[in-house]
């Protein structure tokens, strides 16, 4: 994970990064995610509480988590599909 920067200085302004973070099998990953505020997720309506606030990626291609990234990188052109 060349140039990667310590996850305290990623933009949660809600847009999306490229992060890595280790599952609890001791797994590195990589992923697309977002940062969702309690601003971000009341603007989005519907019920949420502060164990929504915080990193979200997909895990496959229709799920979903939450996650604690510990670095992460800008997203290289074209890669925001999701």
């Not at 291609?61 to 052109?77: A, Y």
């Amino acid at each position: 994970m060349p140039n990667a920067m310590p996850i305290a200085t990623a933009p949660r302004n809600g847009s999306k990064v490229r992060v890595f973070w280790t599952d609890a099998d001791g797994q590195e990953n990589e992923s697309i995610a977002q940062y969702r505020s309690a601003e971000m997720l009341h603007a989005l309506g519907g019920d949420s509480d502060a164990n929504d606030i915080g990193w979200w990626a997909f895990v496959d291609s229709h799920t979903q988590r939450k996650i604690e990234p510990h670095s992460w990188k800008p997203l290289d052109g074209g890669d925001d599909d999701e």
